[in-house]
């Protein structure tokens, strides 16, 4: 009786461990050299969005440098996962690669609302340790880990519709269309803020309802918010924070080769956004112009002044937020 009781225990052992084995559940084992994998990349913007527009290009590199071995298949933006939703699913491991924006994952890690504000510019952070502290956060807090920055060299610019901006006094009485990436900044010129979905800022804005928004330095032709707005404000603010990651889960079936793909393909991409953004900044300059858009230079002590409230209004913000994190992440990616 004992004997048979052995083997049964025997029995179900081999059976449980085989269907662990078969349900995944095991430590996944890289890929064999030559052995193909494939992934689905997950973006936070539409297919067709310009903030996507380095997406296939990065897809291809790495396509190339794995010798084909590395396939990245789209699987959807927010018709798939939801802008607001992405972050859970990202730190869940449902996503194998996410094309995005540290902004977006600040519910799980607030720190994150700090990159934007560096004085660096996106390739610099890999040497400065900078780069390896936001990995070292994602590891922990999302298991993901940062392969890179996709949006390098493209900055916020403010905009108003009639009103030319002279001095920081002349923000009062504004009412400015703003997001959470820059409300305290323009609370702190002393304007009021209103929030409101894109798709709703041309008839506010035709409508006096806001007489200024912030925008990145390039989009703002696509929403044709050009034909209402009279005056673009420069200097230009933050930094777009774009960001692709990949879940430690996709990681760990990747082989050597693969991996190198990837992180490769990344680097090359933070420095070709550089100039790209550079060439279409310009381009839409000349648009904007075109169409009657003034420019507003502010220089000298005003010019100093905006940009101290610009910066640190939000440093207060990151440091309140994450008091630990803060202080450190200010001081890898401010220049001294």
């Not at 461990?17 to 936070?44: D, N, Q």
Request: aromatic content about 10%; glycine content about 8%; overall charge negative.
């Amino acid at each position: 009786m004992n004997k048979m009781k052995k083997l049964l225990v025997i029995a179900l052992s081999l059976l449980v461990a085989i269907t662990f084995a078969g349900c995944g559940g095991g430590t996944k084992t890289p890929a064999g050299e030559g052995e193909t994998v494939t992934l689905k990349i997950y973006s936070a913007w539409a297919e067709n969005n310009s903030m996507n527009v380095h997406l296939k290009p990065f897809v291809d590199k790495v396509n190339q440098k794995s010798n084909g071995t590395l396939k990245i298949e789209w699987g959807g933006g927010p018709e798939a996962i939801p802008t607001q939703q992405l972050a859970e699913a990202i730190k869940n491991q449902m996503v194998d690669i996410a094309w995005t924006a540290h902004t977006y994952n600040i519910s799980h890690i607030p720190v994150l609302e700090g990159v934007k504000l560096s004085t660096y510019d996106f390739d610099e952070l890999r040497t400065n340790g900078g780069f390896d502290y936001l990995d070292q956060l994602y590891q922990e807090k999302m298991n993901n880990r940062l392969l890179g920055h996709t949006m390098g060299g493209l900055e916020y610019n403010l905009y108003t519709t009639q009103k030319e901006i002279k001095s920081i006094a002349d923000f009062k009485g504004l009412t400015i269309r703003a997001t959470p990436a820059y409300q305290a900044f323009v609370e702190g010129l002393g304007a009021a803020v209103v929030n409101t979905a894109p798709g709703e800022v041309y008839q506010a804005l035709e409508r006096n309802v806001v007489q200024g928004y912030g925008w990145p330095s390039v989009g703002i032709v696509d929403f044709g918010w050009h034909e209402v707005t009279g005056y673009m404000i420069e200097p230009s603010f933050y930094k777009v924070d774009g960001a692709v990651l990949i879940s430690n889960k996709a990681w760990n079936k990747l082989n050597d080769t693969q991996r190198k793909a990837l992180t490769e393909a990344a680097k090359e991409i933070e420095l070709e956004t550089e100039e790209y953004y550079k060439t279409k900044i310009a381009e839409e300059r000349k648009v904007i112009k075109d169409a009657g858009v003034k420019t507003t230079t502010l220089t000298g002590a005003v010019a100093d002044e905006y940009l101290k409230i610009a910066y640190e209004s939000a440093w207060n913000n990151v440091i309140k937020n994450a008091p630990e994190e803060g202080p450190k992440l200010r001081d890898l990616i401010t220049k001294k």
